[in-house]
């Protein structure tokens, strides 16, 4: 036999076994971006091959959080942050990406969704300093409210480039970058051939195609009650679809018999006092369901779901009555309309 024919059997044979090894589920775990991360995608490879798409997962996780996190000082959002207002600040394609759809979401909910709103959450305890003993005065609320609002920032894609109107101004994308990322790896898995995956990251979740044996993925929505653990429901659905929750029952704090949630109206420069406890979003990419999510638990109630209706955002609202021990949950008209056309299928 010549060497050319040879070779060309091994091919055929190292093809048809990848061809006809049976689909299985890789996984890839760990943490980043303050939290922990699951990816898992349906495959043919080697478990080596499954491990150099692990690698290529991690360094794209650094590169997110080298480009948005406000922890990391030489972040490129940290430091924008502290660049002097009035000039534009290059920045990488990804940074004007996330801003611009921050922009469109802010100013689509009415500055529900605000990532100038750090300051605030900063002034109530929320963010790197430690709480204060006292609650904030309208005089320190008037103060903080003076430096948000998204009109204070512009974003360019050609060059990619932001500018701020003022040295104070900086931006905290954390309510919609972790779902931002989560579209990234998406977008590494896709080009890699893998289309059935589910990616999630701190909650916020993207699902591709579908699982093992072509079922669809299958997700619980917790309810949001303070101090339990449980189950509002269990959906089963099919991608592309990215899902993120917002809610107010983990972070907060109680004070002279008040409690004060994490999720600031930056409208008002105050914790939200609506019965509203969580939001469920329902999107084509997971940064439009994070950003959603929090512009509609900002919302609450019957505005959240006005404005979801408005905007055709699929989502849940879950709020608790006043005196009633369980929750009220409200589905807007996309959300409906992702149940009748099999998108999302609720499991009983």
């Known amino acids: 036999m010549k060497k050319g024919a040879g070779i060309a059997i091994m091919l055929i044979a190292a093809a048809f076994l990848i061809l006809f090894r049976p689909?299985?589920?890789a996984l890839h775990a760990g943490d980043t971006m303050g939290t922990t991360f699951r990816v898992k995608w349906i495959t043919r490879e080697?478990?080596?091959?499954?491990?150099?798409?692990?690698?290529?997962?991690?360094?794209?996780?650094?590169?997110?959080?080298?480009?948005?996190?406000?922890?990391?000082?030489?972040s490129e959002l940290s430091r924008f942050n502290r660049a002097p207002g009035g000039a534009w600040f290059s920045v990488s394609p990804e940074t004007a990406e996330v801003v611009a759809r921050a922009v469109a979401i802010y100013r689509a909910s009415g500055g529900a969704?605000?990532?100038?709103?750090?300051?605030?959450?900063?002034?109530?305890?929320?963010?790197?300093?430690e709480r204060p003993v006292a609650l904030p005065d309208s005089a320190a609320i008037a103060g903080a409210l003076a430096l948000r609002g998204m009109e204070?920032?512009?974003?360019?894609?050609?060059?990619?480039?932001?500018?701020?109107?003022?040295?104070?101004?900086?931006?905290?994308?954390?309510?919609?970058?972790?779902?931002?990322?989560?579209?990234?790896?998406?977008?590494?898995?896709?080009?890699?051939?893998?289309?059935d995956y589910f990616i999630e990251v701190g909650g916020e979740i993207l699902l591709g195609g579908e699982g093992v044996g072509g079922k669809p993925w299958r997700l619980a929505i917790e309810s949001p009650r303070a101090g339990v653990?449980?189950?509002?429901?269990?959906?089963?659905?099919?991608?592309?679809?990215?899902?993120?929750?917002?809610?107010?029952?983990?972070?907060?704090?109680?004070?002279?018999?008040?409690?004060?949630?994490?999720t600031i109206d930056p409208r008002t420069g105050r914790p939200v006092t609506h019965l509203t406890a969580g939001v469920s979003v329902f999107a084509t990419t997971c940064m439009d369901a994070d950003g959603w999510a929090t512009a509609l638990l900002v919302s609450g109630g019957e505005a959240a779901i006005a404005l979801a209706d408005r905007e055709n955002v699929a989502a849940i609202v879950l709020s608790e009555p006043s005196g009633a021990r369980t929750l009220d949950a409200r589905e807007s008209k996309a959300y409906l309309l992702y149940k009748d056309n099999g998108t999302i299928r609720e499991s009983p």
Do not use: M, Q
């Open 23 to 25: 689909p299985h589920e």
């Open 46 to 74: 080697s478990a080596r091959a499954s491990d150099a798409v692990r690698s290529a997962l991690d360094a794209r996780l650094e590169e997110i959080n080298d480009l948005l996190s406000t922890y990391r000082e030489n």
């Open 113 to 129: 969704f605000d990532p100038t709103v750090g300051p605030l959450v900063d002034l109530w305890g929320f963010g790197p300093p």
């Open 152 to 195: 204070r920032v512009e974003v360019r894609s050609e060059p990619p480039a932001l500018r701020k109107g003022e040295d104070a101004t900086r931006l905290d994308l954390s309510a919609i970058a972790k779902g931002y990322g989560v579209d990234l790896l998406g977008r590494l898995l896709e080009g890699r051939g893998f289309d």
């Open 229 to 262: 653990r449980e189950v509002d429901r269990v959906v089963e659905a099919r991608g592309p679809l990215g899902i993120a929750s917002s809610g107010t029952y983990r972070n907060y704090f109680d004070r002279e018999g008040n409690r004060y949630s994490h």
